[in-house]
């Protein structure tokens, strides 16, 4: 398939609305269910269904909706438009069902003794069922109902489950293809990543994988699944999403093939996967995003102290610097494809050697990684001169000695940040610096092998 026509594909998909024209055919060679997972945890589904139909008006059920289910966002599109005309729908819950179809009769109101937990029951007739059951019990009106209602049978017409009634015309019996779209809250996916480190530490093996969960007691078989990263904005106030049950079952389909390379429609990036699959109730599947690729890596180590103009804020401290692992989202890099955001795992000689979140990530960009406290070097920071006589009111000039030591048996370069506050200038130093930021300052320190470099500074800073 051409590139524009994925694109169409995927705006197709992604948009509710976009059902068939009316009269097309029913196109049996797609799967009968399409899902649209994205990453914020909802899922547009569009199903193909037959509703076996009487001539004339009738009211078709679908009761085997999944939790999560928006009745608000459903779209029925009948095939043959000509044959059936589509009236409008319903959506029903069993307990606003059974007690509007009793609504004038006797029904048994179940009380309940604190002290013996005997249960006591009485006749009553319903008066009303929404907003809020309405009883007659022994000729007097009860406003709150005096106990539990029961009911005395399943009446004609109830629903047991939750329910979308499709009220329609047919011209003609018989079974009728139609579609469903809708969208549920619960299900979602979320990206992580593998990176191995090679001994080296100068490339690395990445491959990323996206989690598919399904939380709700609905399974989906044989579904064509599309994967969008990015934020989609949402009206607040809406229905909660549903949440997860406890205990997910994880399965696990790593052999599975690769996604799609990403599509951009619109401001998301859209991953098809290869082929069909069923999502599980309570489940967890893993699919693959993209196979693992050799990409090269560079290892950093980063500290960041405060220089402080306050008078009483000196002292030494002690730390050790952050390592951190940097790779480039090019085509050159082995990667060029835009990466959602998820967790990055690293590993290397067996070792768990850090994890991090990656953000939404697009080509040509950095991506930074931090890993652990890099414990054989350390850095020793204290401040050796403070001044603030015979200068402005506001203004103090601040000196620091920062020594940094190095066990390792190769060369590093260590990173120092120095925050400031207010407006700052480096009066001297015995190493060369960058301004980073209005509020950082920022060194490249070389520390050689089992050996120490010491760093020294002073400063002005104008903090009011």
């Not at 990530?361 to 020793?380: F, H, K, N």
């Amino acid at each position: 398939m051409t590139a524009a026509g994925k694109i169409l594909r995927a705006s197709l998909a992604a948009v509710l609305l976009m059902l068939p024209a009316a009269g097309a055919g029913a196109q049996t060679d797609q799967p009968a269910v399409s899902i649209v997972l994205y990453e914020s945890g909802f899922t547009v589904v569009e199903e193909r269904r037959i509703a076996t139909l009487p001539r004339g008006a009738s009211a078709h059920a679908i009761d085997d909706l999944p939790e999560g289910f928006r009745p608000d966002t459903a779209v029925v599109a009948f095939t043959d438009t000509d044959a059936v005309t589509l009236r409008g729908t319903r959506y029903m819950t069993p307990a606003g069902s059974l007690l509007e179809a009793f609504v004038g009769e006797r029904v048994h109101v179940i009380q309940v003794n604190p002290a013996t937990g005997e249960e006591r029951v009485r006749d009553a007739r319903l008066l009303r069922a929404s907003p809020g059951p309405l009883v007659e019990i022994d000729g007097r009106i009860e406003l709150s109902v005096p106990g539990r209602i029961a009911l005395p049978r399943v009446p004609p017409g109830a629903v047991l489950a939750p329910t979308l009634l499709v009220d329609v015309e047919a011209k003609r019996a018989g079974p009728t293809p139609y579609r469903l779209s809708y969208i549920t809250e619960g299900p979602g996916w979320s990206a992580d990543y593998v990176l191995r480190l090679d001994p080296t530490e100068r490339w690395a093996v990445l491959q990323g994988r996206a989690t598919l969960r399904n939380p709700g007691m609905r399974t989906f078989r044989d579904a064509a699944v599309r994967l969008v990263a990015g934020s989609v904005h949402r009206v607040a106030g809406g229905p909660q999403p549903f949440q997860a049950k406890a205990g997910l079952r994880v399965m696990a389909s790593e052999s599975m093939a690769a996604a799609d390379a990403p599509v951009p429609v619109s401001e998301l990036q859209v991953y098809d996967l290869p082929r069909p699959l069923d999502l599980i109730a309570g489940a967890q599947e893993k699919a693959i995003l993209f196979d693992a690729v050799r990409i090269g890596v560079e290892k950093t180590y980063r500290l960041v102290s405060h220089a402080s103009p306050h008078p009483r804020s000196g002292g030494e401290s002690k730390g050790h610097p952050a390592a951190r692992l940097s790779f480039t989202n090019d085509k050159a890099n082995g990667l060029g494809i835009p990466l959602p955001r998820g967790i990055a795992r690293m590993y290397g000689s067996g070792l768990l050697l850090g994890e991090d979140r990656i953000p939404h990530t697009p080509r040509g960009e950095r991506v930074t990684l931090a890993m652990a406290q890099a414990v054989e070097i350390t850095v020793r920071r204290k401040r050796t001169d403070y001044r603030a006589e015979g200068l402005p009111k506001g203004t103090a000039e601040v000196a620091y000695e920062i020594a940094l030591s190095n066990a390792k048996s190769k060369q590093v370069t260590v990173e120092i940040v120095e925050a400031m506050t207010g407006e700052w200038r480096i009066l001297s130093s015995t190493l060369a610096h960058a301004r980073e930021s209005d509020q950082r300052a920022v060194w490249q320190v070389e520390v050689p092998a089992e050996g120490e470099t010491i760093l020294q500074y002073r400063a002005r800073i104008k903090f009011r």
